[in-house]
């Protein structure tokens, strides 16, 4: 079941009603059973992957909260306690590599386990990505490293646990979220809330019409750039480079908006994924708004441990102690590069996959390095930070070092990468192959993507658009609702392709 | 008190602290500035702060980081 | 508003925006389903699901059809309008893609219940035996529900609430429409054939060319399993059979003409068992190994045949001597003697040699002849006889029009060495100096004169002065000779710019820049028309041959000159060798023509003569 389809609307209306109708202490087990309809509704056997990490993580975190108790109660020197924390941290990473493990079969193996099963086997192994499975590792296993740290206890009933690893909402795309926020909203048995439809209704409608008017109308046409770029002049792989990251955004926020909105249906918020990027000033300041929770995971998890990490500091205090700037930006500059170079890994396999990491950690690190430099050409040419031509020249240049990056993260080698950069710079041509978009779909994406600029932009400003609609007119909300279903309802309903003409070369 | 001040004005300068906002929740320090200025904590103060002290709470004011530090020793 | 009211408010907005949806699929209707009222275009609904569009066409326009074909997308290849003539009859071509005799079978049942049926001719090609009960796709795909019997309410709401963008997309189709068939509407409603006039024209002699063009069309992939739904294939026939049997109806079978790229893939056993046990159900004619499979210019691709063949096959079946057929084209077959005829087709498959039904013909081109040194459009008469006595010498024929008309289309023969010598424009140098040459060699020509300029020593309307044209007395005297033909270099087609006063010009007969389809046709029809009528009353006869102006021409150009009834074309390419193929009327069409100048040499003469392409 896609959630980009009528039986997931219809699946969802049907949860949400017996989500209500049970009494309160039976709903998470409502939540727990839909979540398990609508994960073996996608395959049985990528569920056998899920109940793995589960299993392990709830057991691993158990015997975190079972060490725990007996470092407290059984210690009696320093050296006991130490001894302790060695087994606690070795059973930790115990779990966390027996997971990572799993996620890296999957995502960096598989192609090589094909290829050396296909003599052995009658039928080449192929091991597809099991749903999720980043999303689900990476919020399981951020509960396992804050029951190790002390900061949750830990779950005793396993189901209770299950629910918060299989949440169905948030195993296509995210958000990673945090146990000591999930939790408790899922377990407890929410109270029905008008409010929560409404808004949950709106949120759902505004991914989906991102999700189908911008995003699917983009996919076709960038893609055949990418695919050929060789034969296409500079200025349209540029284009095709721009719209792909309108396409990335609004399909990957589309989504997340979606499952938020049917998450809060039953009353339970999960993570902000996404705080309009585009509208961001500095990269840094990007990577806050741009799939915020895994930057949060990224940040707690191994960001902060790296920084505090005693080689790191160690090296750091002999330069502070030289004086000048760079003791104090040694560790944040190769943390983040390490931390980049982790996020571009987690992408997926790859030179450009590293290339994109280490391009944004480039930026961060030079960012801070330059920042000085930057701050004395902005006092030279007279122009303060908030000044709104500043503000604009520096959202601009965001998004432009953002376009860069997508040429690394889009492109499927390196040397496609290069390629399209060298002709985008060099040959800066409209060239033979054009980009293929129909005059109705552009004037779709443009209606829709000019609609998400404003709304965006009054975001930005502090306005809340779901509040705004619910003072506006009766009938004025009731044809925006209408406008929106119908354009779901019409684009949802039964499979379209243009491609599925018959007779193309009679 | 006076000294925590002095590093954090320096580290950050044209940052007001004391004007209420909460210096974590309200986004005025990422976590980059956080990373610098624990390195410089622990140096100042000769402490040492671990991963699991860096919660929002320990960092959202003057006070707080102040608090921590003398927790810690400093 | 409160949260509870927008709450109350929600699933009637649901409702409402479902029914905006539906209210919208079924008044544009890209299926058809809804009687498509607004725009009733069937050639797109056809080709979005022939199944459902077609039964809705008959839904509406049964009346006007008696007699069906049944079959799969080969038998598009029957013309409705010569199967009315031979079987007295009015015939719906109720053909689908998909070869699925399963929908034979509920288009049977359908018509017979529904529907008055005369005849039914129903098509077997050998795909048939290859699919079963198939439905690829539930949308373009599927049967009617009329006819196979499930749900009708759950099939109209299949419809209705489909996605949007199918009929977003039959409203853009809509506004790029044209009257040739694009990739959206192939069908011609009201016989049910697929529009093939572009196809229709495309060139086919040249046989190389034709196959470097079309080579991956006749890549024929053989499904893994060999022709597993025997059984149930003839059991359609019987039942179908039984039905036409008990309801008076007169049922003809015919297994249509196989490429021979798909006739190898077919296992023999499997082949002998499916003829077989299929005689043993009706009398069928069988047309599936003749000497046409081995040729691919006589298929559209592996598993479809020419409308030309389709015209053959029904030829054959009525006797109709008239359109050519070579031996051994197709015969029926009994339960008695299929043994002895699938017998003597293997011992000794048909393969025909090229000679027994092609021939080249080289085509020379002429315009005014004159001893002053003009351009490449003049020759002298000294050149020009040396040219003749060239072709006599060397024992060259010179053929005339219906000659080369009778060997493509009514099985006639040409002679060994032949040659077409043809002059463009009409000028009076044609009537006083080649005449008498060509008379005194004993060869023939045919002239394209342009009509407006008969007569003329001015250009139409001034007083401009141009090469003066011979007229029309002399014209019937070149005719009457039997040296000359007179035949159309359009009447009024080959304007002159700098002569004109009005605003559009036509210097040549292909459709003006910008001009819409539309237009374009009605000019060129009005040109025909008026020339053809001018032809009947001045020489006594209309035209069969075309000569493009400037050798200008578009795929339209030759889809109205066919339709007004010009049986053989003339461009003035030299990329391809001019190949006639029996049958194949295609072959007549932008035939190619050197034009001769007085520095073409007896050498060069006879190489071109080799009809080699330049």
Redesign the interface.
């Known amino acids: 079941m896609s959630i980009n389809s009528a039986a997931f609307l219809l699946f969802l209306t049907v949860s949400v009603i017996v989500y209500y109708a049970v009494p309160k202490k039976a709903r998470w087990l409502i939540l727990l059973a839909a979540s398990a309809f609508f994960y073996l509704s996608y395959s049985p056997r990528a569920a056998l992957c899920l109940l793995f990490t589960a299993a392990s993580v709830y057991l691993g975190a158990l015997a975190q909260g079972a060490l725990r108790k007996r470092e407290r109660e059984r210690s009696e020197t320093p050296a006991d306690k130490k001894r302790w924390q060695r087994r606690r941290r070795a059973l930790l990473l115990l779990v966390l590599l027996l997971n990572f493990s799993m996620l890296a079969v999957f995502k960096y193996l598989s192609g090589w386990i094909a290829r050396i099963s296909e003599p052995l086997l009658p039928r080449p192994l192929i091991l597809l990505m099991p749903l999720g499975i980043s999303f689900y590792i990476f919020q399981a296993l951020g509960y396992l490293i804050d029951c190790y ?3 949750v206890a830990p779950e005793r009933n396993f189901f209770k646990f299950l629910l918060f690893v299989s949440y169905f909402p948030q195993l296509v795309q995210g958000p990673i979220n945090r146990f000591e926020k999930l939790h408790g909203q899922l377990i407890q048995g929410n109270d029905f809330n008008a409010d929560n439809i409404r808004n949950g209704v709106w949120l759902m409608l505004w991914g989906m019409l991102k999700k189908i008017l911008i995003a699917d109308t983009l996919v076709t046409p960038v893609t055949d750039v990418f695919d050929n770029f060789n034969e296409c002049g500079g200025a349209v792989i540029l284009l095709a480079v721009v719209m792909y990251c309108i396409q990335l955004y609004c399909d990957f926020s589309g989504g997340v908006d979606l499952v938020r909105g049917a998450s809060g249906l039953f009353g339970v918020e999960m993570e902000v994924n996404f705080c309009r990027p585009y509208f961001a000033r500095s990269i ?1 300041e990007f990577w ?1 708004r741009w799939h915020m929770s895994l930057g949060e995971w990224m ?2 998890y191994l ?3 790296l ?2 990490s005693k080689p790191l ?1 160690r090296v ?2 002999r330069l ?1 102690r030289g004086g000048g700037r760079s ?3 040694f ?2 500059c190769v ?2 590069f390490i931390v980049f170079v982790v996020i571009g890994i987690w992408q997926g396999p790859g030179l450009a996959n590293i290339a994109y990491g280490l391009w944004n950690g480039a930026l ?1 690190s030079g960012a ?1 390095i330059m920042e000085p430099a930057f701050a004395k050409f902005r006092e030279k040419i007279g122009r303060a930070d908030g000044s709104f031509a500043m503000r604009v020249f520096r959202t601009l240049r965001t998004f432009m070092l953002v376009v860069i990056g997508r040429y690394f993260s889009r492109a499927s080698s390196l040397s496609q990468s290069f390629g399209m950069m060298r002709r985008t710079l060099f040959s800066f041509t409209a060239g033979a192959h054009p980009f293929v978009l129909g005059a109705g779909s552009w004037a779709v994406v443009a209606v829709s993507a000019g609609v998400l600029f404003t709304v965006s932009l009054m975001q930005e400003r502090g306005v809340k658009m779901r509040e705004r609609i619910s003072r506006a007119h009766p009938a004025f909300q009731a044809l925006l609702l209408i406008l929106a279903m119908a354009l779901v309802f019409g684009y949802f309903t039964a499979g379209f392709s243009t491609a599925a003409y018959v007779y193309e070369n009679i | 008190m006076d000294r925590l001040e002095k590093i954090m004005t320096q ?1 950050f300068p044209g940052v007001d602290f004391n004007d209420g906002r909460a210096l974590i929740d309200d ?1 005025v320090l ?3 500035d956080i ?2 200025l ?3 904590l ?2 100042a103060f000769s402490v040492s ?4 002290d ?2 929002p709470e320990n960092f959202n004011s003057l006070s707080a980081i102040n608090e921590l530090i003398v927790r810690l020793g400093g | 508003m409160s949260s509870k009211k927008w709450l109350i408010m929600l699933p009637l907005c649901a409702l409402a925006a479902l029914l905006l949806v539906g209210a919208f699929n079924v008044a544009v209707d890209p299926f058809g389903v809804f009687g498509d009222r607004i725009f009733n275009w069937y050639g797109y609904n056809e080709t979005n699901n022939p199944r459902v569009a077609k039964l809705e066409w008959l839904e509406k326009n049964g009346d006007n059809y008696d007699s069906y074909v049944i079959g799969s997308s080969s038998a598009a290849s029957y013309n409705t309008e010569e199967l009315n003539e031979y079987f007295d009859a009015s015939f719906y071509n109720l053909f689908v893609y998909g070869c699925d005799t399963g929908d034979y079978r509920d288009f049977a049942k359908y018509l017979i219940e529904n529907h008055t049926v005369k005849n039914l001719v129903l098509n077997l090609g050998v795909n048939e035996t290859n699919t079963y009960d198939a439905e690829d796709d539930p949308l373009k795909g599927s049967m009617h529900a009329k006819a196979d019997g499930k749900s009708l309410p759950l099939f109209y709401l299949k419809y209705a609430f489909l996605s949007t963008r199918q009929s977003l997309d039959k409203l853009s189709s809509k506004m790029k429409d044209t009257d040739l068939p694009q990739r959206f509407d192939v069908f011609e409603p009201l016989s049910g054939c697929y529009d093939k006039r572009v196809r229709d024209v495309e060139k086919i002699g040249d046989a190389e060319a034709y196959q470097s063009e079309h080579e991956s069309d006749f890549n024929y992939a053989a499904p893994a399993e060999q022709m597993p739904y025997i059984d149930k294939c003839v059991s359609v026939v019987s039942d179908i059979k039984k039905m036409c049997e008990q309801n008076g109806i007169n049922l003809t079978v015919i297994c249509s003409p196989v490429y021979i790229g798909q006739w190898r893939t077919c296992d023999e056993s499997k082949m002998r068992e499916y003829k077989t046990k299929l005689a043993g159900v009706c009398d069928y004619w069988d047309f599936s190994l003749t000497p046409i499979s081995y040729d691919s210019r006589y298929f559209y691709d592996s598993t479809h045949f020419r409308n030309d063949v389709g015209s053959m096959v029904l030829a054959r079946i009525f006797e109709n001597e008239n359109i050519s057929c070579p031996d051994r084209f197709g015969r029926l077959v009994t339960e008695k003697d299929c043994k002895s005829y699938l017998d003597s087709l293997y011992r000794d498959p048909p393969q025909p040699e090229l000679s027994d039904y092609t021939t080249d013909l080289p085509v020379l081109l002429y315009h005014h002849i004159s001893d002053e040194t003009g351009n490449d459009a003049v020759i002298s008469a000294a050149s020009f006889e040396r040219q003749m006595r060239c072709l006599f010498e060397n024992g060259y024929t010179a053929v005339t029009i219906s000659d080369i008309e009778g060997f493509v289309l009514h099985g006639g023969a040409l002679p060994e060495k032949p040659v077409l010598i043809t002059f463009d424009d009409g000028y009076l140098s044609n009537y006083e100096s080649a005449f008498p040459i060509l008379q005194k060699y004993g060869l023939s020509g045919t002239i394209f004169a342009i009509g407006s300029s008969v007569g003329h020593t001015e250009y139409k309307d001034t007083d401009i002065g141009i090469i003066p044209h011979f007229d029309y007395e002399q014209a019937r005297e070149m005719e009457k000779s039997g040296v000359i033909e007179i035949q159309s270099h359009t009447y009024d087609m080959h304007q002159n710019a700098d002569y004109e006063k009005g605003d559009t010009v036509r210097i040549n007969a292909a459709p003006l820049l910008d001009e819409s389809e539309k237009d374009y046709a009605k000019a060129f029809r009005a040109d025909a028309e008026k020339y053809n009528a001018e032809a009947q009353r001045e020489l006594g006869h209309s035209f069969s041959a075309l000569s493009f102006p400037g050798g200008s021409y578009t795929e339209q150009t030759q889809v109205e000159a066919k339709k007004a009834g010009f049986t053989v074309t003339f461009s003035i390419e030299t990329d391809r060798r001019n190949t006639l193929v029996r049958g194949l009327k295609q072959s007549l069409y932008a035939l190619c023509r050197y034009n001769m100048t007085n520095d073409v040499s007896n050498d060069r003469l006879l190489e071109i003569l080799q009809n080699q392409p330049t």
């Open positions: 740290r002390g900061r840094d806050r940040k707690n960001f902060y441990p920084a505090l500091n750091a205090k502070r003791g104090r930006l560790v944040p943390s983040t961060m801070m | 580290l986004g990422t976590s980059l990373v610098m624990v390195g410089e622990n140096d702060i671990t991963v699991d860096l919660v």
